[in-house]
């Protein structure tokens, strides 16, 4: 098993932080985002998805739990999801959460 890989935002080189900036990254990097608001303390059931994914936090924390190993996310950071991995996202805090969940894109294959 692999470690988590997280990239965190760096606005000297990735600029100021938006929903706008991450959908950007995200297309560059070879991933199409799709918006998904989360409420407070919103839990998303266990999953497998057969294509790579990365989750991007726009605002908010979140606990991702990916094959076991768990990581608290901010806004800015990205996790990359291996394709068969069993991922889970818990919303943590009170603050409002907001990530983009982008899929990578089989035509860059």
Known sequence: MLPMR???WDARCDGVLSETA???????????????????????????HCRERVEAVVAGLIKVTIDGES????????????????RRLEAVGSAPVQCLEAMYRADRA
């Open 71 to 86: 990581a608290i996310l901010t806004a800015g950071d990205l996790v990359f999801i291996p394709r068969g991995a069993v």
């Open 22 to 48: 991450l959908c950007r990254k995200l297309r560059a990097l070879g991933y199409e985002p799709l918006p998904r608001p989360n409420a407070t303390s919103a839990v998303a059931s266990a999953r497998i």
């Open 6 to 8: 997280i990239e965190r």
